[in-house]
């Protein structure tokens, strides 16, 4: 289907910036200063890695995955905070204002997180004076581990309590326990779906010893991890080609998962059966999120709209219309707030009742993963700019950066908020320590 008013499926640099539908939003002018993350000289250049073809996209998109993914420019370290716009208590003490597109931020600092409320205007934001400190709230990521697994790193998950991390790229899952120090090689390997597809999700039942794997087959293949050697103890095909997003109920009763034909398939764990379709997207829907409670479903898509759906009663609650695709999303588990990675580079984190929302410019090219920590004062989005940056929820303040070789593809917080894993286009995930 074609979709009035938006790109193709390529990555952009190009900021359009998305609004929402009915009377929200209107479109604010875009920052153009970015703040500095001091980085090291990187290693020399290297071949671009293989891509997995696009699905049923007339263009390249991430959707396309590593597609033109950058060679080896920049070293990940230091992790650094970038510059930003500081809470200013005594404007009137300082010097002149700088302006930035015609906005006017204290001090003349790059803004690059706005909120806009009903009325649709673009303010900097001001961030309070405890931003960046307080309980539960990192300072810093360290590097400690890098996961050699050969393929374009599609998707990403960390086992609680964490021990093993599983990395999806073409035709497997490679398991490694990060308990070992510098693991360099995989504990298994579990073949799924067809050797040359790419694996696009990856998710673990809450007790472990499931695992649940989509990609680009028409398949979902059930791992049962608990024997010695894991095993396929079931697989559920549905009419769609290809599996772009997987979310598990709470109860581990249901999973959901986002085709590539628009569709939701829900599925009953237990019976190993298709029971409901959600429809509505009119094109691939990209990424999914569930509330802490099981009870909302929050999709986004590749028609330029974040759906959610009331699990209860089956049905549709809201649609908010962008004017970019929708790459990733994420639902934070204390409520009231979804922050959703576009393909125009933006972050936006709505207030999922109110006319609410800010609109966060670091990255510099689209936005391929998001994911809340466990105690929903954070998240992190990665991107194919090689970045992975944490956020304070919900004004975004730059909590951290850090600068891959190539661009990150997914990226998964473990359950205790301690580590972060990230999937990469230069064929590795890299493990980081969260530092509180």
């Keep these: 289907l074609e979709r009035p008013g938006s790109r193709s499926g390529s990555c952009s640099s190009?900021?359009?910036?998305?609004s929402l539908k009915s009377k929200d939003m209107e479109k604010p002018p875009t920052p153009?200063?970015?703040?500095?993350?001091?980085?090291?000289?990187?290693?020399?250049?290297?071949?671009?890695?293989?891509?997995?073809?696009?699905?049923?996209?007339?263009?390249?998109?991430?959707?396309?995955?590593?597609?033109?993914?950058?060679?080896?420019n920049a070293a990940a370290s230091p992790y650094s905070r970038p510059n930003m716009m500081a809470f200013d208590g005594h404007p009137h003490t300082r010097g002149p204002v700088a302006s930035t597109?015609?906005?006017?931020?204290?001090?003349?600092?790059?803004?690059?997180?706005?909120?806009?409320?009903?009325?649709?205007?673009?303010?900097?934001?001001?961030?309070?004076?405890?931003?960046?400190?307080?309980?539960?709230?990192?300072?810093?990521?360290?590097?400690?581990?890098?996961?050699?697994?050969?393929?374009?790193?599609?998707?990403?998950?960390?086992?609680?309590?964490?021990?093993y991390v599983y990395t999806g790229g073409k035709g497997c899952v490679k398991v490694w326990d990060i308990s070992q120090p510098q693991a360099k090689s995989?504990?298994?390997?579990?073949?799924?779906?067809?050797?040359?597809?790419?694996?696009?999700?990856?998710?673990?039942?809450?007790?472990?010893?499931?695992?649940?794997?989509?990609?680009?087959?028409?398949?979902?293949?059930?791992?049962?991890?608990?024997?010695?050697t894991p095993r396929i103890k079931a697989e559920l095909t549905s009419s769609a080609p290809a599996c772009y997003a997987l979310a598990i109920s709470p109860d581990s009763k249901v999973c959901f998962s986002c085709c590539s034909d628009g569709n939701i398939a829900v599925w009953d764990l237990h019976n190993q059966a298709l029971v409901r379709q959600f429809q509505g997207h009119t094109d691939g829907a990209s990424c999914i999120d569930i509330s802490a409670d099981g009870t909302r479903l929050w999709t986004g898509g590749l028609d330029n709209t974040v759906r959610s759906w009331d699990l209860r009663e089956g049905r549709q609650l809201h649609q908010h219309d962008f004017s970019s695709q929708i790459f990733s999303l994420g639902y934070c588990p204390t409520g009231e707030w979804l922050a959703v990675g576009m393909?125009?580079?933006?972050?936006?984190?709505?207030?999922?009742?109110?006319?609410?929302?800010?609109?966060?410019?670091?990255?510099?090219?689209?936005?391929?993963?998001?994911?809340?920590?466990?105690?929903?004062?954070?998240?992190?989005?990665?991107?194919?700019?090689?970045?992975?940056?944490?956020?304070?929820?919900?004004?975004g303040a730059s909590i951290f950066q850090s600068k891959e070789s190539s661009s990150v593809l997914s990226c998964d917080i473990s359950a205790d908020d301690k580590y972060i894993v990230t999937g990469s286009g230069d064929k590795k995930a890299t493990v980081y320590e969260v530092i509180y």
């Design 32 to 72: 153009v200063s970015k703040s500095s993350t001091p980085t090291l000289p990187g290693g020399p250049g290297g071949s671009k890695p293989p891509v997995p073809p696009a699905l049923h996209l007339p263009n390249p998109s991430p959707f396309a995955l590593a597609r033109n993914a950058d060679p080896f």
């Design 343 to 395: 393909e125009n580079s933006n972050v936006e984190v709505l207030h999922t009742h109110k006319p609410d929302k800010y609109q966060l410019h670091l990255h510099e090219s689209c936005v391929l993963s998001l994911r809340f920590a466990a105690c929903g004062k954070w998240f992190v989005s990665t991107g194919k700019d090689n970045l992975l940056n944490a956020w304070r929820t919900p004004y």
């Design 14 to 18: 190009n900021r359009s910036t998305p």
């Design 186 to 228: 995989p504990v298994s390997q579990l073949d799924c779906l067809q050797r040359d597809n790419y694996i696009r999700s990856v998710k673990l039942l809450p007790d472990a010893r499931t695992l649940i794997v989509g990609g680009e087959a028409s398949n979902l293949s059930i791992w049962d991890l608990a024997t010695p």
């Design 101 to 163: 597109n015609g906005l006017n931020i204290p001090g003349g600092k790059p803004a690059y997180s706005f909120h806009m409320n009903g009325d649709g205007q673009p303010q900097p934001v001001p961030f309070p004076p405890d931003a960046l400190m307080g309980p539960g709230i990192p300072r810093a990521a360290r590097q400690i581990n890098t996961l050699g697994h050969g393929e374009v790193v599609c998707a990403v998950t960390i086992s609680n309590p964490t021990k």
